[in-house]
C-alpha cells in the first residue's frame, strides 16, 4: 500500500530547487550548441535537486515525519529455489517489490527449496503470532555415507556398504520417531551457543556441546524411490533439522546416511502449490494471502467496537479466557494483548 503523508513539506522541496538552480548557473558549461549546454545544465540541476530532496527526505524520517511515506504490506509465499540462503530470498523480495522491512516466518538451508512466508511492511509486526508447526518435508537420502554437514554436500568423512531394508522394517522404525522427543541440533546450523552461530564455529573446525531441543514429529513415512535412494515424508515441529532426523533414523538401522534434496511442501495448511517464484514476482504475478491466514491458532482473532483504547495501549476487559489475543477493528489487526491479574487484558504490542 503506496500513502501520501499529509504533512508533506513542500517548502523543502523548493528549497532544493532554489539551492540547485544557482549552482547549476555558475559552473562552466563544456564546449557545444545551445541544446548540449542547456542538457547538460538541467541535468546537472537535476542532480543537485534530487541530492538535496533525498537530504531532506532522510532529515523528515529521523525527525518522525516523513515527506512521503511509502509502504508495501504484504504477505507473500514465495517458492525458494536451491542454491540460495533464506536471507538472499528475502532481500530479492525486497529489492523487487521497493519495501524495507521484510522478515519470513522459518528459515531454509540454501540447498534446500520449498514454501516460505515473507512478510513485508507494518506485517513484519506480526512474525511473533505466526504459524510455524506442522512444517511439510519430503526429502530425499542415500545409506552407507556420512558427511559432516549431514548431507550431500558436507565433507564426507565416511563410506561402506548399505543394506537392504524391507518396507515393513522402515516402517517399524517411522513409528518409532511418532510425537515428542529431543533432537541435538547439528553443528552446520544457525542455532546459537554463547552468542556464535554454530556453523561459524563448525567453520573453524571446532565442534561444541549442544543441548537437546525437543521436537514434534507428527507423520514420518520412508520408502525405497531408486537404487539406495529413499524418501522420506515428515510433518514436524518449528525447529527440526530433517538432515539429522535422517541421520537418527539410520541410526536405528545400524546405518550412516546423507540427505541428498530436501523440499518444504507446506506449513500448516498453506501449501507449496499456492507459493510463487521469484521470477513471477518479478513480473508481478503473484498471490497475495490476509493475514488472517498465517496467524497461528493459539492467538484468537478478537473484533472490538472501538478501537481508541487500543490505539492508546490501554487496559481493556474482554469476555474470553485465552492467555495472548489479537484484536481486531473492521478486519484490521491492531494489536496483541495478554492477560494479566486483575481481570484486563493489556498491551504487548501495536500491531497497525
Known sequence: MFSISPRIRTADLLRSAVVAFPVVLRLPTPQGTHLHRYLYRFSLFLNIFLFMSSHFFRFERKSGYSII?????????????????????????????????????????????????????????????????????????????????????????????????????????????????????????????????????????????????????????????????????????????????????????????????LVRTGIEHLTLSQAADLEQLERGDYPEISPEEIIDPRFPLIEITDPAPVYHGKPVSLETDEDIVLLTYEGEILAAYEYRTGGEYHCLRGLW
Open 69 to 261: 511515506d511509502v509502504t508495501m504490506n504484504k504477505i507473500l509465499l514465495i517458492h525458494k529455489p536451491a542454491g540460495m540462503t533464506s536471507f538472499a530470498a528475502v532481500s530479492r523480495c525486497r529489492r523487487i517489490l521497493g519495501e524495507k522491512k521484510a522478515g519470513h516466518t522459518g528459515t531454509l538451508d540454501p540447498n534446500a527449496s520449498g514454501l516460505m512466508i515473507v512478510l513485508l511492511g507494518k506485517y513484519t509486526k506480526l512474525l511473533p503470532y505466526c504459524i510455524c508447526d506442522h512444517k511439510h518435508y519430503l526429502a530425499q537420502f542415500s545409506f552407507g555415507i556420512r558427511s559432516d554437514t549431514g548431507d550431500i554436500w558436507g565433507n564426507i568423512l565416511e563410506r561402506k556398504s548399505p543394506g537392504i531394508h524391507t518396507e515393513v522394517e522402515l516402517k517399524k522404525i517411522s513409528a518409532s520417531f511418532l510425537g515428542e522427543s529431543e533432537q541435538i541440533p547439528p553443528m552446520y546450523s544457525a542455532v546459537k551457543v554463547q552468542g556464535k552461530k554454530l556453523y561459524e564455529l563448525a567453520r573453524k573446525g571446532r565442534e561444541v556441546e549442544r543441548k537437546p531441543r525437543k521436537i514434534r514429529v507428527s507423520s514420518l513415512d520412508v520408502y525405497p524411490i531408486g537404487n539406495n535412494l529413499y524418501a522420506m515424508d515428515a510433518v514436524v515441529s518449528s525447529g527440526t533439522y530433517i538432515r539429522t532426523l535422517i541421520e537418527d533414523y539410520a541410526a536405528k538401522l545400524s546405518e550412516c546416511a546423507v540427505m541428498t534434496s
